[in-house]
């Protein structure tokens, strides 16, 4: 079963970047589509990015032009590139595969804040 590890989150004010890492453990991780996906207090989990096995990626409307996700599947790691941060991107950000399909990691707290 993969395993999934996020990692790079932080405090960060409006206007800023961060970039998430997940790293998974199997061998199967480039034969998915992948996804990242962030949960607000008091609000259901959403997906927010995919890419599928070819590298072609999809954004919700409140992300697009802003965040940017890419896989690096020789160190089975997904990434999320987060640019212009607003307050409203305050989540915790977890990676999972395209359908929520594996086991959730214990996710990285992003935090946007002056």
């Known amino acids: 079963q993969v395993q999934l590890v996020e990692s790079g989150g932080g405090l960060v004010q409006p206007g800023g970047s961060l970039r998430l890492s997940c790293a998974a453990s199997?061998?199967?991780?480039?034969?998915?589509?992948m996804g990242w996906y962030r949960q607000a207090p008091g609000k259901q989990r959403e997906r927010v990015a995919v890419i599928n096995r070819g590298g072609t990626t999809g954004y919700v409307d409140s992300v697009k032009g802003r965040f940017t996700i890419s896989r690096d599947n020789a160190k089975n790691t997904l990434y999320l590139q987060m640019n212009s941060l607003k307050p409203e991107d305050t989540a915790v950000y977890y990676c999972?595969?395209?359908?929520?399909?594996?086991?959730w990691g214990q996710g990285t707290q992003v935090t946007v804040s002056s």
């Open positions: 999972n595969d395209a359908t929520a399909s594996m086991m």
């Open positions: 199997g061998s199967s991780f480039s034969s998915f589509a």
